[in-house]
């Protein structure tokens, strides 16, 4: 006589949230498709905010599993490799003369999501694979990956259109795209501190972006995108400092 098997809920919530946002993925695509290009960016930006979100509740509630893993890479490799591309291709490339550059874009931009993530699925099992090391990210993560190579159309909905090089815009994306596969030390923001004589001066930044992300939400992603390229060479300077330092 076998006993029926149960589960806790607490157990659960974690995949369901890595499911609403691989929903928010699905129906950015289904936004682009009707025309409506702020709306698809929002549900990606949605999908950054529950991939953050279903970590942070599974490592709470003590809950992490080979399957909430397995779940949250295949979403984070639709939300941050298919849909951004289909968004970028859809958008700026489709019916004009550098389409196949667009999907070319959209190609690599996958692909290398798809490589990021099976390098993350394998540095679970394997302990000489790693995605982070001395408090840094190995590369940019996918959710970084998908804002920085959105930025063409955070360009766009900036007004401003005039910046229109096709090529270069491509360039941009398969850059960003082998960003992801790099060995680059990125700064971790879990990682991340600060002083606390200057706590103060953080919340009032943050709440000066919340305010611009709610005002001028293009341009303040920009913003954001160019801050974050900026501290590469200062990560990489700050990882062979550290090196150094415990050499």
Known sequence: MSSERTIKL???VPSIVTVFALC???TSVRMSLEGHLETALAFILIAVFLDAADGKLARFLDTASPFGAELDTLADFFNFGIAPGFLLYNTLYIGTPAANLGWLAALVLAVCCAL???RFNLSMKDTTVALAKDNFFVGVPAPALACLALMPIFIHLSGWKHLDYPLV?????I???FLAVSTIPTYSVKHASIKRKHLAIAIVAAVVMVVCLMSYPWPTLMAINLLYLTTLPFSYRAQKRQIAKES
Do not use: D, N, S
């Not at 815009?169 to 994306?173: A, K």
């Open 10 to 12: 607490r157990h659960v």
């Open 24 to 26: 928010a993925g699905l």
């Open 116 to 118: 990021r993530l099976a």
């Open 169 to 173: 815009r491509t360039l941009y994306i």
């Open 175 to 177: 850059g960003v795209g």
